[in-house]
Structures are given as C-alpha cells and as structure tokens.
C-alpha cells in the first residue's frame, strides 16, 4: 500500500532514543531540555516549551492565557477538530468562521466580518488562525487585526512547523505558536507538541501547568498551582532532536514534490475534475489536499484508489456539522472542503515515481 504518508524516523533517531532507554531518565529531563533549546533557535523564539502532543499544546496555551468560561475564541471552521475541542474543554464558546476555498485558511476579511457580528454574551477574548496543511494563513494582518481589537492570538501550526511568512517561521507571530509532532507531520516524535512564545511569563506559566503546577528553586519543589502532566518523555525528545537538523532539507524535498503534483494534475485540475491547493510562498506541504468537483463521490474515489494500493484520505472536518460545535456559526467553503477534500499520498520519502502511479490511478478513479 502507498500510504498517505511515513514516519521519517533514520537509524540515527532510533539510536539516540535507544540511548535514552539505557540511560534509565526517561520522563523530561536533559533532552527534553536540550530540545526545547534547539527548537527556539530554529524557530527563532525566547521559549519553546515541549508538551505531550499539539492538542496538549492548544490547551496548555489557553490555559496559561486565562482563556475560560465567559470567553468566546474565533476558530477556522475547516481544522481538525483540536482546534475546537480545546476551546470548550477550557470552557470557552467557539466562534466558527468560514476559510478560503484556495488556501484553507481563514482569512482577516473573515474575521474581522466575524468579529462586527459578535454579539456575545461571552467576550471575545481570543483568535485561533490555523496555518492548514503547513500553509501560511495572512498571519501578519490577522495579528495586526487581533491587537486592534484587543484579542490574542493563539496560533495552531500544528501542521506548519517549519513552514514561514516573510522569511519567519509559522508560530511565532501570535502570543503562543502551536505545534504538533504526531506521526502523520513533517517531525515527529510519536506523540508531541511544541509551544513557541517570546513572552518569559507565559513560558514560565506553561512549563508549570505541563507538569503540576510545579516550580523549582535551589529550596527544592514548589506546587503553585493546579497542573496537568502534559510533558514530552526524554525518549521523544531523542528522537525530535535527530530530526530537527534534517527538517528544511524535507520541507524543500515537500516543496519539490508538491509541483510535481501540480503538473501531474494539471490536466485533471484543467477538466474541472478538481481543484489544486494554492502553493504559497512559505509553505511547508504537510499534506497535499485537492478538492474533488462538486457530484464526484469522494468515497468512491478512495476505495478506487485503494483498490490500486494507494491510500487516500479526507482532509480535515468542517467542525459546524459535528456535535461539539452545533450553534457555533460555520460556513459552506469549509462543509465543502470537508465532503470534497481529498488528501494524496505526500511526504519526502515519495518523488515522481509515486505521483505519477496516484495521477494515473485519479484519472481513471475520475473518468
Ligand atoms: C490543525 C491541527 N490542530 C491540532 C492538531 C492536534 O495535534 P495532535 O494530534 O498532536 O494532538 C492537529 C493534528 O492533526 C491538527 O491538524
């Protein structure tokens, strides 16, 4: 089976993990450490925070902002559902705002029409942009528009970890940046999440709500406040670190791949059959989505593709029509994308070879 995607996991990480195994520390410790330092150069951030996974991340970072019960945060409609989920895990309403049918992204037109038509009770508090896919969503007017209007920004690059705007990385433009490291993203680590910031007592706050609210000092432990364990183990961090060195080398690889598949659907796309993801500067291709024409049936298409040995997925929900987010607002761009998006084998490990197999297969999938 192609599959969707691989974990890029070289001999080298699988030793440093192993190391750790005999080295008999294996919860956060000195790796973990020494990746949180490595990864705020590379993203050129004050603090990076490692955490157990980047819906861990999204809830630690509205945690550490106050974000709760009587607050509202503006949510992109088309996201994994994360997004959403830890808006009202903390207690908060989701204020779902529709995306751009190019990008996938909200936009700051979107948003600042959502903002006009809040009418409460709660206040609005928050922004969550998503950089979907690793695409950068307009991140400097969407913070410029947030600090007109008093909001945070809190930004779910989950996807986006390397990717850029203006030559500076995804998730560093809000007040927290969010990452994930689950296998199916450029980095991983199994299971992760990084948080990035510059703020020294957001960083501190969230290192303690990580870990039970704990502070150290040369007195010993301190419990200061009610916390989570949410830590990253020494063994992933192992691994994260072997990787993070080699990630823009894979993202240029992703970038080369994803025109690849730009011309091998071109014909495809110029028929009307689908669309093509809109490939902007910056972007780091965690996932290369199309949009099938309007009346093709997706899951037709994806048992087709399997029957050939080729994995095909959906791309991300539309959170409006599923159960946790009824009454939230929503909009067609993103139920469309949702029943339409179609997600093509797509890592760096893949090159012509596989895409035109999965062109072939689509043509006759679509014919
Ligand atoms: C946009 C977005 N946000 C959040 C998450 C959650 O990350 P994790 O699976 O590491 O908890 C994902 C994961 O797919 C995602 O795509």
Known sequence: MLRLSLPHVDDD????????????QLVHGAEGTAFECELAAYLGVRHAVVASSGTAALHLALVAL????????????????????????????????DVDPGTYCVTPEALEAAMAAFRGPERLRAVMPVHEFGQ???????VALAQRHGLAVVEDAACAIGATAGGRKLGTFGEIGCFSLHPRK????????????????????LRRLRS???????????????????????????????????????????????????????????AGRLTLPVAAEGHSWQTFMTVLADGADRSAVIRALAAQGIEANLGAQCLSVLAPFQGCGGGPVAARLYRQGLALPFCEQYGAAEVSRVAAALAVALA
């Open 66 to 97: 106050g974000v709760g019960p009587g607050d509202a945060v503006l949510v992109p409609d088309f996201t994994f559902p994360a997004t959403g989920n830890v808006v009202r895990l903390v207690g908060a309403r989701p204020v779902l705002v």
């Open 186 to 205: 450029t980095l991983t680590t199994g299971e992760g999440g990084v948080l990035a910031t510059d703020d020294d007592a957001l960083a501190r706050r």
């Open 136 to 142: 950068p969503a307009a991140i400097d007017a969407i």
């Open 13 to 24: 990480a699988i030793a440093a993990a192993v190391a750790v195994l005999r080295s008999g």
């Open 212 to 270: 039970h609210g704990i502070e150290r000092d040369a007195a010993g432990l301190h419990f200061v406040e009610a916390g989570y364990n949410l830590r990253l183990t020494d063994i992933q961090s192992a691994l994260g670190r072997a990787q993070l060195p080699k990630l823009d080398g894979w993202i240029v690889a992703r970038r080369a791949l994803a025109q690849v598949y730009r011309e091998a659907l071109a014909p495809l796309a110029d």
